[in-house]
């Protein structure tokens, strides 16, 4: 875009035409009477004609070599109809401002250092190193994705969008080090955008990506525990804790504690980091994020954040692409051989978050993930063409089966079920859907966007979806505006209560 916008008009180079070639109508009957006048007019005067022709010819040859090439030596158009005026009236600058090109780091090999394309021939060297620089043939049949992807050496790319995401990150980090698929063949690419000035999710994912690299992240974590513990301690930023239900506090603990399996602190194949901004303005706290009305333009732009991570990040050599959001709290380690376990072409687990003792506890969380229904399908018939459906909102009575809702927790956790739509917080799917054209809708595609949109076109292109309702993937709990009140409302309570007052 920017290459477009920014071309001088001297230096296009392309005959873009505004104005259309003039048609007139055939006419059928007497075209052979003006092809004879033509011959007999040539044979009258055709000497005539040639010194004509060869004086326009000469005239126009000396004024192409003077005003086309200027003095830099550079071509000059300067017929009209050389310009695009389709971009004439264009806001350059409002245009631009989303297109300020993207930051790249590369994490070295053992984490040693990170290399931006201006640290040139050791960042050229990375670069060779990770991707190759000749050419090479890839057989992509080899790279379809099986089963048993692990046993048979495949690679996956494992993409994480992030914005203003310091705080989930030792959690996210943690998960990805848990993680029991091979650490050698896995590639991780992150997209930070957006995020706000007071945030540093890119220093801390920089800093947290070279001690991952080098085999350390475990200990600084450990070195860091002790501040963590502080804070828990100040108690105001995880009060909530005391509400939640103590079984649940037992499986993180649990999960976050050694033992953990032996390639835990194994580096990763590879890991690069993007920062590209996308103009996400919607703010990312808890209630403003799930307001209803935000709910098309945001997952629009997220739409396109996934996409343009995929696009600059996917390698012929990537049997499977594995989504995942940042702010999963519990998620079995094994879930990418798990999911590559049931052989559909997209899989997604079932996604709960824990909640306050007085709030039930727990609660289905992710209700992207379902088959399609009758009453949605009905519903969209009398919507907008770029209307987008949210799940979960009183105001778009789909009727659907949430993937969430038919959870069994005591339930088979290979169980399957087919899928329309999926949510984004941990999505397996082959690689080869997106190289064949399957992306995240930034547009309204069915009456969806992104994901769901994304569970929909894969549909659409033939490829299988599923779901599995009692694997779970547990997502933090943020309390909302409401939650918080409540919880204050109930310190307040025992405050008076341990004060004595009635
Ligand atoms: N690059 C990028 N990442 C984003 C953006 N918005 C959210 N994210 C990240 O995308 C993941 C999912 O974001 P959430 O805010 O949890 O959005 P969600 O999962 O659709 O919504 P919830 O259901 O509320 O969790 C997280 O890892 C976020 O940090 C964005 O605008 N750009
Ligand atoms: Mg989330």
Redesign the pocket.
Same mark, same amino acid.
């Given at each position: 875009m920017a290459i477009l916008f920014g071309k001088k008009r001297n230096q296009l180079e392309l005959p873009i035409s505004k104005s259309k070639q003039k048609l007139s109508p055939k006419r059928r009957d007497n075209g052979s009477q003006y092809w004879l006048k033509l011959t007999q007019f040539w044979k009258n005067n055709n000497r005539l004609l040639v010194v004509l022709l060869v004086i326009i010819g000469l005239l126009s040859l000396s004024r192409k070599l003077v005003s086309n090439w200027g003095e830099s030596g550079t071509r000059e158009l300067q017929d009209l109809e050389y310009y695009d005026f389709d971009f004439l009236e264009a806001d350059m600058e409002a245009l631009q401002k989303y297109d300020n090109g993207a930051d790249h780091f590369l994490i070295t090999k053992g984490g040693k250092d990170v290399l931006q394309p201006g640290d040139k021939e050791l960042y050229d060297q990375e670069i060779e190193m990770l991707y190759g620089s000749t050419v090479q043939t890839y057989n992509l049949d080899a790279f379809r994705g099986t089963t048993e992807g692990a046993k048979n050496r495949e690679h996956v790319l494992l993409l994480?969008?992030?914005?203003n *995401?310091e705080r989930v990150l030792p959690l996210m980090f943690k998960n990805l080090m848990n993680l029991t698929y091979p650490h050698e063949l896995i590639d991780i690419a992150f997209?930070?955008?957006?995020c706000t000035e007071d945030d540093n999710t890119l220093g801390a994912l920089i800093e947290y990506s070279k001690a991952l690299q080098s085999g350390t992240l475990s200990d600084l974590f450990a070195e860091n525990v002790s501040n963590e513990q502080l804070l828990n301690e100040e108690g105001t930023r995880h009060l909530f804790l005391k509400y939640m239900r103590p079984s649940y506090l037992q499986m993180v603990e649990k999960a976050y504690s050694a033992p953990f399996h032996s390639g835990y602190d194994k580096p990763f194949r590879s890991v690069q980091i993007f920062q590209k901004d996308?103009g996400?303005a919607i703010g990312?706290g808890f209630s403003d994020?799930?307001a209803v009305k935000v709910q098309g333009i945001r997952r629009k732009?997220?739409g396109r *954040?996934r996409n343009w991570l995929t696009a600059n990040a996917l390698k012929p050599y990537h049997s499977w692409v594995y989504w995942r959001?940042?702010?999963v709290e519990l998620c079995p380690g094994s879930v990418i051989q798990d999911l590559m376990s049931i052989g559909y072409d997209v899989a997604v687990p079932n996604v709960w978050r824990p909640l306050p003792e007085f709030l039930d506890g727990e609660q289905p969380?992710?209700l992207n993930s379902w088959p399609e229904s009758p009453d949605a399908l009905r519903l969209a018939q009398g919507l907008d063409e770029d209307d987008v459906i949210v799940e979960g909102y009183a105001e778009y009575p789909t009727y659907r089966v949430h993937l969430a809702y038919i959870r069994d927790p005591n339930g088979n956790p290979k169980d399957v079920l087919e899928l329309d739509g999926v949510g984004?917080?941990s999505i397996l799917a082959k690689a080869q859907l997106f190289r064949n054209g399957v992306h995240f809708p930034a547009f309204t595609f069915e009456n969806h966007a992104e994901t769901e949109a994304f569970g929909k076109m894969a549909k659409k292109m033939g490829y299988r979806v599923a779901g599995l309702p009692n694997y779970t993937l547990w997502?933090i709990y943020e309390p909302s505006d409401d939650d918080l009140k409540a919880i204050a409302e109930r310190e307040r309570g025992s405050k008076r209560t341990a004060e004595g007052s009635p």
């Open positions: 994480v969008p992030l914005r *995401a997209l930070v955008s957006d996308f996400q990312q994020r799930h732009l997220m *954040a959001d940042a702010d969380y992710d984004g917080v997502h």
